[in-house]
């Protein structure tokens, strides 16, 4: 039997998750249990990897809609919390885990304050009364433990410039430079969630590491959960991609002072330390506003919102008019202080 | 949040409103009109004119505090014009309301058929050489076809009009310029709405320092060899503007100018 759910001991009720306690709770009595203390249902049952056809919840028997890489969900019927055990194990079993510490309600409110916050979005957007779903979801990343060493050679000149009678002189001093740097960089995130847009997931960060627990399956009860489309190899060239910059401003940190430099040789030398899978707590907004659908990303414990709102043309062409004409004003002050006419 | 910005945008116009009032409030009061500012020994002008002349000179003289000097000579000893000019002013003791105060000079030697415009007191800095540049280039034409009064009217008017400018500019100044104000101002709407727009959707804020282990990661290894220096020389080109650029009379008085030829 894959599928595992959460019936409290006490009234036989479905347990979630609470973001506000972190603990596994029961809606009808009120029982909290404590997860890290808790044995995780998934150590004792045994799966076979075979890719189950169908899955059916334990409390009602219905059928359990899933898609293929969902790993968590709410039975469609009876609302029983459910967890897909066989997609949770061996390969895809996740290493780390950062509840939510946001609650449903309060991404709501965070998410409508947001949006009365956007300075260009059209007013029926602002009301944020047509919020479609707010769906709870661990998306799966790849926190990624990266060594690079950088070698670095260069050449760097320092310019002076002086008068001495009727002449200016440049003096140019030039150096060959060589850099040696270490940068790890540790924990650092990639979505693996085919879905995801990966800009929209950059954009979440920083998630709080200090929340980061060792995976276990009641942190899932209530929400969506989903196992990852690609492995830790896949992703390391996006990795790389990620880091370049910071690589490349610490580098030119190390040379700050020379008045140029110019490369004549950098290696980057990186080794993957370790990759540890973590499901990471986003909440996605669906929000439909004329006639299209927006999807919004919040950061499930930082409450950090991300995404393209609609832009209204009016907001845009008003703002636009009104800082040209107050920018005006300022020059036609500025005409005026100098001894120029007003007008 | 926008009422704010609003509110921010008009304290800072007021303050600026602030700054610039007291500047030009100064009431004309005393009229020099007895006073001879015309010198037109070269009588170049009818009496009627120099009636004219001398009544714009003085009507124009309180706003700056400054007296404006006309002088033609045919010059029969040949002398130079800016010593000329020099010397008037050391002889005469121009100056609206002072001796030796603010006063411009226009000398016109008609035997070398040169002209030289003297800013003396505060003149010299509210009309500097460049200034004094453009107000001789203004007139130069209307001096080379004869019509002195119209170039002396001119030269008044100019002087008394470059001299509201501030920093050095005058109103040929793109500053000025409603096309100029208005694409300045277009821009810089432009950008901050599309900035505005740009952060709509969030923005990344993580850096590298987020993801750097700080115990272990800096620089292992380096050197910075000096190889050589390479020296480059251009001489300064003198700023010399066209018709010279003021000086010293001999009686100690430093002035700016303009020389040039008719």
Known sequence: ?343 | MRIYRISLAVITLVMLLGLVLPADTTAATTSGSSKKLIYDQADLLTPQEEQTLSQLASNYAPQHQTDFIIYTSNNPEGRDVQLMTEDLYDRKAFGYNQPYGNAVILTMDMYNREVYLAGFGTAEHTLNNSKLDKIRSKITPDLAAGNYEAAFTKYIQLSNEYMNYKLGTTPDNLLFKLWFQFLIAVVIGGIIVWIMAARSGGVVTVDRSTYEDSNVSGVLDSYDNYTHTTVTKHKIEKSSSSGGGGGTSSGGHSHSGSRGSF
């Open chain 1, 1 to 343: 039997m894959p599928v595992i759910d959460y019936k409290c001991p006490n009234c036989g009720s479905s347990m979630m998750f609470d973001s506000a306690t972190g603990a596994l709770s029961c809606p009808s009595c009120g029982r909290q249990d404590n997860i890290e203390q808790l044995p995780d249902p998934l150590k004792k049952q045994v799966f076979t990897e075979n890719e189950v056809q169908q899955y059916h919840c334990p409390s009602c028997g219905a059928d359990i809609m899933t898609e293929p890489e969902t790993s968590a969900t709410t039975c469609s019927f009876c609302g029983s919390a459910v967890v897909l055990g066989d997609r949770l194990i061996g390969d895809l079993a996740p290493d780390l885990v950062i509840p939510f510490s946001i609650s449903k309600a309060q991404a709501e409110e965070a998410f409508r304050k947001w949006c009365r916050n956007g300075l260009l979005t059209p007013a029926g957007f602002m009301s944020a009364d047509r919020i479609k779903s707010i769906t709870g979801i661990y998306v799966p990343f790849w926190l990624y433990e990266l060594h690079n060493m950088v070698e670095v050679y260069a050449n760097a000149t320092r310019v002076r410039s002086y008068t001495q009678g009727d002449y200016q002189y440049t003096e140019t001093r030039h150096f060959d430079v060589y850099r040696k740097l270490r940068l790890d960089y540790v924990n650092l995130p990639l979505d693996a969630s085919e879905k995801m847009n990966d800009e929209l997931m950059d954009k979440l960060e920083p998630f709080p590491y200090e929340q980061l627990k060792e995976f276990k399956t009641p942190y899932l009860a209530g929400y969506i959960a989903e196992k990852y489309n690609y492995d830790d190899e896949q992703l390391v060239p996006r990795a790389k991609e990620k880091t370049q910059s910071y690589i490349d401003s610490s580098v030119s940190q190390s040379l700050s002072g020379y008045s140029s430099v110019s490369y004549r040789d950098k290696q980057v030398n990186t080794t993957v330390r370790r990759t540890d899978y973590a499901l990471l707590p986003v909440w996605i907004v669906n929000y439909d506003f004329g006639q299209k659908n927006y999807m919004f990303a919040m950061n499930g414990q930082t409450g950090k919102v991300v995404g393209k709102p609609p832009l209204s043309k009016g907001k845009i062409t008003a703002w636009f008019a009104g800082i040209t004409a107050v920018s005006l004003l300022g020059m036609k002050v500025l005409a005026w202080a100098l001894g120029g006419d007003f007008l």
